[in-house]
């Protein structure tokens, strides 16, 4: 495995330093998505029990985790942390698929379609991507035009190509890092969790569906969007559940692949922020309006589409692709998002109960991160690196 570790960027004075557990000691994790998953994963790999729990399992279609794909990019404007976090799981990503014989990165590249001459959301990142070796092409709306023939380029100023990122295989994925989690000694139990008994400050156990219960040193909460409904009177306000939509459009059958073939991009207007996936896993072409949704339950939530946002999306694809005017919608997907209220992560102790941590607040951008954040997790819990200040709860 690498033995290049992720280097934080922030002061290593301003985090939070947790009680280091020791080797072997026993984890529950309780949430088997992009998070939990990875997370129990470099757990093990650091030398602890782990016993991981899932309601409905890896990758499962209420989670965030569930959808077929999801962008990875390092691009995040001028917060360098998130930046290197996104190199570094981009590393791991690749390490553990080659070591899995499994294909789950893409290396489609991102384009950037901007407006105006700055764009500060990808400009502001040139500099750590020059510092990684890592520099975007900047492209002429003459050069778009000439490479891709499909795309309108007659409201943009240029885009940025980042050849580095793509897209991952979601769904797939988060199966992949649950078949390494067992082959590799983890244990795995399919039940909805619930907190039990809190004695001098510790959870004694946990709660499973059959009414049996589970004791551990540690037990890490990763339950993206439910985080907030198991933690009310601690969480409610930090961890919100909206609805979001992403659609997937048929593409003709003689522009197949160049279709396929176009790269991940992300339009910058500024104000609406459409994303998508070509190729999408042959899904379709797939198209994400990045707004936040409205409320939404994770568990007992239809997953049926909003019209508005369809339209939205249908109008917004016709303009930049003329060829998908009349394009038919072959498939959609409802998922919920996590939000923090800062978009941060969170990573942090229970404020009276010290063996309880919630990992989550992925809040629309945390797939890509799984690997980077799961090793980091677990080298807190070893006690070599502290909690960035910027996932702790008391934060806002
Ligand atoms: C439409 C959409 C587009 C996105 N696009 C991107 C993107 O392009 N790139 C990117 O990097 N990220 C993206 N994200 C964000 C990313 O998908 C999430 O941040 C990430 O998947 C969160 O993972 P998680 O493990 O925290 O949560 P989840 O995947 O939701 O996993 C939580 C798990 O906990 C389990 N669980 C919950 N409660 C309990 C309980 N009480 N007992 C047992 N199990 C429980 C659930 O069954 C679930 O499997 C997007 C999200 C959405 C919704």
Same mark, same amino acid.
Request: contains cysteine; neutral net charge; glycine residues 10%.
């Given at each position: ?33 992009a ?10 790999? +650091?030398? *602890?029990?782990?016993? $991981? ?7 499962? /279609?209420?989670?965030?985790? =569930?959808d077929?794909t999801r962008v990875i990019r390092s691009t995040y404007g001028g917060n360098q942390f998130y930046f290197n976090l996104n190199v570094r799981a981009l590393q791991l990503w690749k ?9 789950l990165f893409q290396n489609k590249g991102v384009l950037w379609f901007c407006?105006?001459?700055?764009t500060p959301l990808v400009e502001d990142s040139v500099p750590f991507a020059k510092?990684h070796?890592m520099e975007y092409e900047k492209l ?19 885009a940025y190509l980042d050849q580095y990122g793509g897209c991952l295989r979601a769904?797939?994925a988060?199966? +992949?890092? *649950?078949?390494?989690? $067992? ?7 399919? /039940?909805?969790?619930?907190? =039990? ?49 992403v ?15 176009f790269p991940v991009w992300v339009d910058v207007?500024?104000?609406?922020f459409y994303y998508g996936i070509p190729g999408n ?5 797939k198209i994400g309006?990045d ?52 978009g ?18 992925g809040s629309g951008h945390g797939f890509k991160h799984g690997p980077a954040l ?23």
């Open positions: 495995m690498s033995t290049n570790t992720f280097a934080p960027v922030y002061n290593k004075n301003e985090g939070k330093a947790i009680e280091p557990l020791k080797k072997g000691s026993r984890v529950v994790v309780i949430g088997a998505g998070f939990g998953g990875w997370t129990a994963l470099y757990l093990l790999r +650091a030398g *602890f029990e782990v016993t $991981l729990l899932d309601a409905w399992g890896p990758g499962n /279609s209420r989670s965030s985790s =569930g077929e390490e553990n698929e080659q070591q899995w014989k499994t294909k407006y105006d001459e700055h510092a070796g002429s709306t003459d050069e778009l035009n000439k490479r891709y023939p499909i795309l309108n380029t007659g409201d943009l100023h240029h769904r797939e988060c199966q +992949a890092v *649950f078949r390494a989690f $067992l082959n590799e000694g983890g244990q795995y139990l399919q /039940s909805v969790v619930q907190p =039990g008994k809190i004695l001098n400050g510790r959870l004694e156990y946990i709660l499973l569906a059959n009414g049996n219960t589970l004791k551990a040193n540690r037990f890490i909460f990763a339950c993206g969007s439910w985080l907030g409904y198991l933690f009310p009177e601690i969480l409610s306000n930090i961890i919100t559940c909206s609805k979001q939509e659609y997937y459009f048929g593409v003709p059958e003689t522009q197949a692949d160049q279709f396929d073939k207007d500024g104000k609406n896993n042959y899904r379709g072409f309006v707004e936040r949704g409205e409320p939404f339950h994770p568990s007992t939530g239809d997953r049926i589409y909003n019209t508005t946002v369809l339209e939205k999306a249908r109008k917004f694809i016709a303009h930049r692709f003329p060829d998908l005017a009349k394009a038919p919608l072959v498939e959609n997907r409802v998922c919920p998002y996590e939000n923090s209220p800062d941060n992560f969170l990573f942090d102790q229970h404020p009276e109960v010290d063996n309880i941590l919630f990992l989550g607040g799961g090793e980091m997790v677990s080298l807190i819990i070893e006690g070599k690196l502290k909690i960035p200040p910027f996932f702790l709860i008391n934060r806002v």
